[in-house]
């Protein structure tokens, strides 16, 4: 029997080929987001449970059998979080961030779900969130659009997803539409799947949402939510519409899209694509109004997003858009003692000169020939190389690696200015 240790089921390492694409997704999300005038928050990753099971609901699937739950040395219960709105707004509450104020906040990071684990689905997760507060138009909901279609177009993913759209009205016209769809999946009982069954008396909402190819054929002669919602909220979802139609953004109104969480009101979406086969749900989100108050705070309104960044490298992969940048721009070969300690002197003089530069330099030894090949894996534009010879005359060999340009031996103290002309021109 081996003594090795695994990680643990549904936990994943992410490994160093695979963290470039990780980086290029994370740096790009940032990008866009702080140029939108978004400004980053972190919080905690373990929070007291009461924050969601008063945030997410009760008799959600996420608090009934998927958070991490455990009782502290003092006895009160914590949980790892399992999405980041919910911690997100205790923070605004309880540092004083949301009253009377306007907040644009992301947020990123791992969260945690005890579910089956399958490709793309794990349970230790990571998403990017986005949360406004103090915004009560629909030109916010409108932004976050903007924002990941910016962010989609920015990936090469803007042909990958499409927008899908709906309005869930106010928590009055969800509790009247509740009893209607109550009363008719009630008639239908026996025609449901297991869960939807359960859901019945717990979340009869989430029955909207099956999977289930027969619940599907009864879900689609259910009653409509827009035929409940109010005129405030109907009007809210025409001049969200509108504000896209002006923006040239696609979008499919489904009149059954519903989110998992009770917090959500009036707008809500996601992005979607047929890429990922049941993980068809890259990026969801809407208004959660009544959230603030919910957790003690003053009523404040309130629009965001969130999406899972397992899901958009799979989707990434998916569409061939791996290419990144090189490991290094330069490759220091060196040979010999001498070379050696020379060449990490160099090397950090040229870090000093160019802070920028991608330089590795070779450690460990080894032939010419197979510094030559680590030089060339690493994807370096050229290679700089250092032997004895090199020390004695104190010059460098620049070797051009990607382009047919002729090798050039020069003076040492000419490196800089040369390495200057090839990157920085």
């Given at each position: 029997?081996?003594?090795?240790?695994q990680?643990?089921r549904?936990?994943?390492?992410?490994?160093?080929?695979?963290?470039?694409?990780?980086?290029?997704?994370?740096?790009?999300?940032?990008?866009?987001?702080t140029n939108?005038?978004?400004?980053?928050?972190?919080?905690?990753?373990?929070?007291?449970?009461?924050?969601?099971?008063?945030?997410?609901?009760?008799?959600t699937?996420?608090?009934?059998?998927?958070?991490y739950?455990?009782?502290d040395r003092?006895?009160d219960s914590?949980s790892l979080r399992p999405?980041g709105t919910?911690?997100c707004?205790?923070?605004?509450i309880?540092k004083?961030?949301?009253?009377n104020?306007?907040?644009?906040?992301?947020?990123?990071g791992p969260?945690?779900r005890?579910?089956?684990?399958?490709k793309?689905?794990?349970?230790?997760?990571?998403q990017?969130g986005?949360?406004t507060?103090?915004?009560?138009?629909?030109?916010?909901?409108?932004?976050?659009?903007?924002?990941?279609r910016?962010l989609?177009?920015?990936?090469?993913?803007?042909?990958?997803?499409?927008?899908?759209?709906n309005?869930?009205?106010q928590?009055?016209a969800?509790?009247?539409?509740?009893?209607?769809?109550?009363?008719?999946f009630s008639?239908?009982f026996?025609a449901?799947?297991?869960?939807?069954?359960?859901?019945?008396k717990?979340?009869p909402?989430r029955?909207?949402?099956?999977?289930?190819?027969?619940?599907?054929?009864i879900?689609?002669?259910?009653?409509?939510?827009?035929?409940?919602?109010?005129?405030e909220?109907?009007?809210?979802?025409?001049?969200?519409?509108?504000?896209?139609?002006?923006?040239?953004?696609?979008?499919?109104i489904?009149?059954?899209?519903?989110?998992?969480?009770?917090?959500?009101?009036?707008?809500v979406?996601?992005?979607?694509?047929?890429?990922?086969?049941?993980?068809?749900?890259?990026?969801?989100g809407?208004?959660?109004?009544?959230?603030?108050?919910y957790?003690?705070?003053?009523?404040?309104?309130a629009?965001?997003?969130?999406?899972?960044?397992?899901r958009l490298?799979?989707?990434?992969?998916?569409?061939?858009?791996?290419?990144?940048?090189?490991?290094a721009?330069c490759?220091?070969?060196?040979?010999?003692?001498a070379a050696?300690a020379?060449?990490?002197?160099?090397a950090?003089?040229?870090h000093?000169?160019?802070?920028?530069?991608?330089?590795l330099?070779?450690?460990g030894?080894g032939?010419?020939?197979?510094?030559?090949?680590?030089?060339?894996?690493?994807?370096a534009?050229i290679?700089?190389?250092?032997?004895?010879?090199?020390?004695?005359?104190?010059?460098?060999?620049?070797?051009?690696?990607?382009?047919?340009?002729?090798?050039?031996t020069?003076?040492?103290?000419?490196?800089?200015?040369n390495?200057?002309?090839?990157?920085?021109?």
């Amino acid at each position: 029997m081996s003594n090795t240790i695994q990680a643990v089921r549904g936990m994943r390492d992410i490994l160093p080929d695979e963290t470039p694409l990780w980086r290029h997704l994370e740096n790009t999300v940032a990008t866009v987001l702080t140029n939108y005038g978004y400004q980053e928050i972190r919080f905690p990753i373990v929070e007291k449970t009461e924050l969601f099971k008063r945030s997410i609901g009760e008799v959600t699937d996420i608090v009934e059998k998927e958070m991490y739950t455990f009782d502290d040395r003092n006895g009160d219960s914590l949980s790892l979080r399992p999405e980041g709105t919910a911690a997100c707004v205790r923070a605004g509450i309880e540092k004083g961030l949301l009253y009377n104020q306007t907040q644009k906040l992301w947020y990123s990071g791992p969260m945690f779900r005890h579910e089956r684990p399958q490709k793309g689905r794990y349970r230790q997760f990571h998403q990017v969130g986005v949360e406004t507060f103090g915004l009560q138009g629909p030109d916010i909901d409108a932004e976050l659009i903007l924002i990941c279609r910016r962010l989609w177009s920015l990936l090469g993913l803007e042909k990958n997803v499409s927008l899908e759209i709906n309005s869930l009205g106010q928590p009055e016209a969800r509790a009247n539409y509740r009893e209607k769809i109550v009363e008719y999946f009630s008639e239908h009982f026996d025609a449901l799947d297991a869960d939807s069954q359960n859901r019945l008396k717990s979340n009869p909402m989430r029955i909207l949402d099956s999977k289930n190819p027969d619940t599907q054929k009864i879900v689609a002669n259910s009653p409509l939510l827009s035929d409940y919602i109010s005129e405030e909220s109907a009007e809210h979802f025409q001049q969200f519409k509108e504000y896209l139609d002006a923006s040239n953004v696609e979008y499919r109104i489904n009149p059954r899209l519903v989110r998992g969480l009770d917090y959500y009101s009036n707008t809500v979406f996601e992005w979607v694509t047929q890429d990922l086969g049941a993980q068809g749900t890259v990026c969801a989100g809407g208004r959660f109004d009544a959230l603030v108050s919910y957790l003690g705070g003053k009523p404040t309104p309130a629009a965001g997003f969130a999406m899972g960044m397992e899901r958009l490298i799979a989707l990434l992969e998916a569409a061939g858009s791996t290419k990144l940048e090189p490991l290094a721009d330069c490759y220091l070969l060196v040979a010999g003692a001498a070379a050696q300690a020379k060449g990490l002197q160099l090397a950090e003089s040229i870090h000093n000169s160019m802070p920028q530069l991608k330089l590795l330099t070779h450690c460990g030894g080894g032939s010419f020939k197979s510094q030559m090949k680590k030089a060339d894996k690493s994807g370096a534009r050229i290679a700089l190389i250092m032997g004895e010879d090199e020390v004695q005359s104190q010059t460098m060999t620049i070797k051009h690696l990607r382009e047919s340009i002729e090798q050039k031996t020069i003076a040492e103290y000419q490196l800089i200015e040369n390495l200057q002309a090839i990157f920085e021109h």
